[in-house]
């Protein structure tokens, strides 16, 4: 999202948000939410844009193109300002407790007399807030939960918010004077699905190092300088309002292999080598790999893959280092040949305006052949999904013959299947019966609501779903949201094992909030020869960025690109999709 937009629709949010804390003007909220949510899918930086344009935007009227005028010229809205002083900041804290909510807030503080998260954890503990209206046992019980869960999630930050902002600093600094190589290291460079903070590598010479440090701190994006030294510095990042903390180191290029492998981590495996390196007679520190006897004898510095192979190893793709059995892969020679972004030729998981996407069927195949995949399919929400817009019965037949015409028109282009994202519903129904079922090309089977069901009727739920003979992949099977929802728990193994029966895929959601299946679940799939499907779960074109989160996932997996459907050609996925159907 371009950076102006996504600032200001954090403000309009947080405006909204505040307004119904204090009982402001119903209107106020709902022209507010609809300036963030307009801004979240905008395109353009609205900076870019001419201000009588912007109005003619439906969802932007006179207040908020006012606004929006006034953060481009000054950095900041002043009646958001006035807002947040007047609420106090324990309680916009609040707002930040998974499903809670503005409401839930403003009687909290009203009406509990609770005005920070702290005082919200003492009060549910001593039960002094279930007198409340609406705030039973259970619902506090949900409460301390979500508390817990946002706390565990601390500081840490998405990987889909952290490698954009990764590559805008690299693309400031890689042309500095001085700057031989630049690389993002760290739980970065290992593709974890939250990161922690950005940590970059720099091979300069010492005497460009002050240079280099100087234009780091003084990027754009940085908004507080918390450290300036001559080889590290460190910086805060104010991306969206997420704190993100960037460190900046710069190293001798002769340095630069050993201290990319050291900053690259993790941790774990950096001790697995050096134990290694140990007793091979070697030292192995974040300078070199050297003479135990003698340290000033350094034998490799220069190269990761020349560290590795002193010390009998294959190189390692960062993704795995992570001492999930990779040393002993690659002692062996076995590291696999890991999936690439490339390799992917197929979405099988895309939303229309049919049901909540923003592009209709037409755009949405055409973005997805100028792409480069050869198949894409349709599969928009079933009629379960109220909120999504979800097709009825009725609404879908039709929905299939108007895939099928643009299907038609766009033969040669792409193959377009028609499929659906058929809700699980809590029992384990599908959300159409299977006549309908049988008529679609793709089915993907997910799902969407009753997720804090307990571990057991979860699996017996999921479970149902993949004998249904139609299913053609699980999506996003724990419908968990990364730093945000814990999602279902089901027993992985029995769902895999089941998969496997059955010869159907799992999907790994791109989507940066999903990442579901996650790497480890990914990996016991792939140990019981389950194929995985990455698909963008695609609403518009903005959402073909998350396809690279999908692909760093699977390769944490270690799967090849014959581990995952949607990189088969376009005859092998029809074959493929055909062998799952009855
Ligand atoms: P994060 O930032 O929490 O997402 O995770 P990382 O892995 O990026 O960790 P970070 O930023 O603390 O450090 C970057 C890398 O530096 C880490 O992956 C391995 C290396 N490293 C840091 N501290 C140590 C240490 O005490 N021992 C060893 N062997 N390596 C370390
Ligand atoms: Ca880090
Ligand atoms: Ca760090
Ligand atoms: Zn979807």
Redesign the pocket.
Known sequence: MPRNNAQLAMIFQQMADVNQVVGGNRFKTIALEKGARVLKDFVKDVGDVDPQDLLQVEGIGKGIAQKIGEFLRTGQVVEHQEMIDNVPAGVLQMLDIPGLGPKGVAQLWNDGGVESIDELKTKIADGSLEPLKGFGKKKLEKLSASIAFAEKAGE?THLGYALPLALAMIAGLEDVKGVERIEY????R?G?E????I?LLVAAKQKDAPGIMDVFIGLPMVEEVLGHGETKSSIRCDDEHRNIQV?LRVVDPKHYGAALM??????EH??KV?ERAQSMGYTLNEYALADKDDKTKQIETKAEEAIYKKLGLAWVPPELREDRGEIILAEQGKIPNLIELKDIKADLHTHTTASDGKWSIEENALAMAARGHHTVAITDHSKGQVQANGLSDERLVNHIEAVREVAKKLKGKITVLAGSEVDILSDGKLDYPDELLAELDVVVASPHAALSQDPKKATKRLLKAIENPYVTMIGHPTGRLVLRREGLSPDIEALVKAAAGRGIALEINANHWRLDLRDTHARLALEHGVKLAINTDAHGQGDLTQLPYGVLTARRAGATKNDVINCMTAAGLNKWLKSTRP
Do not use: E, H, M
């Not at 290291?185 to 970065?188: D, N």
């Open positions: 840490r290291a760290g739980s970065l290992r974890k939250t990161i922690g903070d940590d460190d050291y900053f690259t981590g993790s941790k950096n001790v050096r």
